[in-house]
C-alpha cells in the first residue's frame, strides 16, 4: 500500500507538506501543493478514509432508515433506483450508504438511535415524510443533520428535495377528462404519508375544476395487494368508474390484471393510470399510461445536498427538482362504458 511517506519521498518533500497538500490545507506553496500532487497520482496514492475518519470524527457513511415491508422494498422500483441514485453520489464522495429496514414496532426510533449513537453515520436522509411526522423532533433531538424527501407539513430545520407529485396526477385527470370520461376514481397510498395525501389532493382539485365530483377513493398501501383490493372495491360497487388514476405502478399494474381477469377490456371497459413510469409498464399489455419521474435523479440530489450540508457549502434552501410528465400509452382510451353496472352482475 502506497504511503504519504512514498508521496512525500516521490516529490522530494516532508510528510508534513503532503499532509498539508492532500488535505486541502494552507502551509504549502502553490507549486509544492502541485508537485506533491503530481506524484501522488503518478505512484497510485489513495486516500484511507478509515484513517480520515479517526483524525476527523467523520464516519464518511449516510444513513437511511426505511419503515418498510423488506418485500415491498425488492418489489417496488422506486426504491431500487432511489437507493442506486444516492450510492453514485456517495462513490464520487467516498461515502457509504448505511441502510436499516425497520419492521418491528418501535423499530424506527431505534435505528436511528443506533446509528447515531454509534458514531456509523454523519447524516441522514428521510424518506415517506409523513404528516405531522414525529421523527422530525426526533432528528432534531439526536443532532444529527439530514434532508427530507418533499418538505414535512410541520415545522423542519432540514433542506428538503422537493418533487412536485400534484402536477402529474393534475394531468392524468386532465387527459381522461378531455377523453370523455366523468367517472374517475383515485386509489391512493397511506394518507398518513405526504406523497399520499398531496396525490389525492391533486386528483380531487382537477376533478374538481373540471366541475366532476370527487367522490371515488379509496386508500391504500402503495402495494400490489393493495391496488387489488381497492380496484375489487370500486369495480363492484353500483356506480363503478370508467377510469382509474392510481398513485404509483405497482398499484395500477395489479389492478389493471384483476380487471383484465374480471373480464374487463382495457381501456375500452376501463381506462388506467400509474404514477413512476417503472421500467416493465411499457411492456404490459396494454402498456400503462403513467407519470414519468425520475428516483434515481433525486437519490443523487438528496445525497449531494446532505454532503454539502455537512462540509457547511450548502445555502440552506429547498431543492425543487424538474416536474414530472404524463407519458400517454394504450391503458387509456376515449370513454365507452356506463359505469352503471356492479362487476358482479356483468362481468363474471
Known amino acids: 500500500m502506497v504511503t504519504i511517506s512514498d508521496v512525500a519521498k516521490a516529490a522530494g518533500v516532508s510528510k508534513g507538506a503532503v499532509s498539508y497538500a492532500l488535505n486541502g490545507r494552507p502551509g504549502v506553496s502553490d507549486d509544492t501543493r502541485s508537485r506533491i500532487l503530481t506524484a501522488a497520482a503518478d505512484i497510485g496514492w489513495k486516500p484511507s478514509y478509515r484513517a480520515k475518519s479517526l483524525s476527523s470524527s467523520r464516519a464518511y457513511a449516510l444513513g437511511l432508515v426505511v419503515a418498510r415491508n423488506p418485500k415491498l422494498i425488492s418489489t417496488d422500483p422506486f426504491f431500487p433506483s432511489f437507493i442506486a441514485g444516492i450510492e453514485t453520489t456517495l462513490a464520487e464522495h467516498e461515502y457509504t450508504l448505511v441502510l436499516t429496514v425497520a419492521t418491528q414496532p418501535g423499530a424506527e426510533e431505534r435505528g436511528y438511535r443506533k446509528l447515531v449513537d454509534g458514531g456509523r453515520v454523519d447524516g441522514v436522509i428521510l424518506t415517506d415524510v409523513r404528516h405531522d411526522d414525529s421523527r422530525i423532533p426526533l432528528l432534531k433531538e439526536l443532532g444529527i443533520p439530514a434532508v427530507t424527501l418533499n418538505r414535512p407539513d410541520t415545522g423542519s430545520p432540514f433542506p428538503a428535495v422537493c418533487m412536485d407529485d400534484t402536477e402529474g396526477i393534475a394531468a392524468s385527470v386532465k387527459h381522461l377528462v378531455e377523453l370523455g370520461h366523468s367517472r374517475i376514481a383515485h386509489v391512493g397510498g397511506s394518507q398518513h404519508m405526504?406523497?399520499?395525501?398531496?396525490?389525492?389532493?391533486?386528483?380531487?382539485?382537477?376533478?374538481?375544476?373540471?366541475?366532476?365530483?370527487?367522490?371515488?377513493?379509496?386508500?391504500?398501501?402503495?402495494?400490489?395487494?393493495?391496488?387489488?383490493?381497492?380496484?375489487?372495491?370500486?369495480?363492484?360497487?353500483?356506480?363503478?368508474?370508467?377510469?382509474?388514476?392510481?398513485?404509483?405502478?405497482?398499484?395500477?399494474?395489479?389492478?389493471?390484471?384483476?380487471?383484465?381477469?374480471?373480464?374487463?377490456?382495457?381501456?375500452?371497459?376501463?381506462?388506467?393510470?400509474?404514477?413512476?413510469?417503472?421500467?416493465?409498464?411499457?411492456?404490459?399489455?396494454?402498456?400503462?399510461?403513467?407519470?414519468?419521474?425520475?428516483?434515481?435523479?433525486?437519490?443523487?440530489?438528496?445525497?449531494?445536498?446532505?454532503?454539502?450540508?455537512?462540509?457547511?457549502?450548502?445555502?440552506?434552501?429547498?431543492?425543487?427538482?424538474?416536474?414530472?410528465?404524463?407519458?400517454?400509452?394504450?391503458?387509456?382510451?376515449?370513454?365507452?362504458?356506463?359505469?352503471?353496472?356492479?362487476v358482479a352482475a356483468s362481468k363474471k
Open 194 to 342: 405526504i406523497h399520499g395525501r398531496s396525490r389525492r389532493r391533486a386528483w380531487q382539485e382537477a376533478l374538481t375544476e373540471a366541475g366532476l365530483e370527487a367522490d371515488l377513493f379509496v386508500e391504500a398501501d402503495f402495494t400490489a395487494a393493495g391496488g387489488i383490493a381497492a380496484t375489487e372495491q370500486l369495480l363492484r360497487g353500483r356506480d363503478r368508474p370508467t377510469a382509474i388514476v392510481y398513485a404509483n405502478d405497482i398499484m395500477a399494474t395489479a389492478g389493471q390484471a384483476f380487471a383484465q381477469n374480471s373480464g374487463f377490456s382495457i381501456p375500452d371497459d376501463l381506462s388506467i393510470s400509474g404514477y413512476d413510469d417503472a421500467d416493465f409498464v411499457q411492456y404490459l399489455n396494454p402498456a400503462l399510461t403513467t407519470v414519468s419521474t425520475d428516483p434515481m435523479s433525486w437519490g443523487r440530489v438528496a445525497a449531494q445536498v446532505l454532503i454539502n450540508e455537512l462540509e457547511g457549502t450548502h445555502n440552506g434552501k429547498d431543492v425543487t427538482l424538474s416536474l414530472p410528465n404524463l407519458v400517454v400509452r394504450g391503458s387509456t382510451g376515449p370513454c365507452k362504458a356506463s359505469g352503471t353496472t356492479p
